[in-house]
């Protein structure tokens, strides 16, 4: 089995900076897209930000110039710096992942993990 566990949500004023972590675990063969997703109450499921395998990103355009996707591929880890910091940046964060396995080395499968609260008030 394969668990994605995100750490680094918090409460931060507007204009502050957070960090994101989402760590994969389990039974991996490779990691192929990473991705962190955000949902606001009564909105829908966003991306804001992915990156490849081979390190290549892209943004949403409400983040762009202030968030920052990394990975970590030695520790199947991907990260989120998210500096100035707005109230509308507000959701719950989502990392997500397409992986296959040791045991279905042909089966790309996708992974969520269960999320973390960021809160942007004063």
């Known amino acids: 089995q394969v668990q994605l566990v995100e750490s680094g949500g918090g409460l931060v004023q507007p204009g502050g900076s957070l960090r994101l972590s989402c760590a994969a675990s389990g039974s991996i063969f490779s990691i192929n897209h990473m991705r962190w997703y955000r949902q606001a109450p009564g909105k829908q499921r966003e991306l804001v930000a992915a990156t490849s395998s081979g390190g290549s990103t892209n943004y949403a355009d409400s983040v762009k110039g202030r968030f920052t996707i990394s990975r970590d591929n030695a520790k199947n880890t991907v990260y989120l710096q998210m500096n100035s910091l707005k109230p509308e940046d507000t959701a719950v964060y989502y990392c997500?992942?397409?992986?296959?396995?040791?045991?279905?080395?042909?089966?790309?499968?996708?992974?969520w993990g269960q999320g973390t609260q960021v809160t942007v008030s004063s």
């Open positions: 997500n992942a397409d992986i296959t396995t040791v045991g279905e080395r042909w089966a790309l499968k996708n992974y």
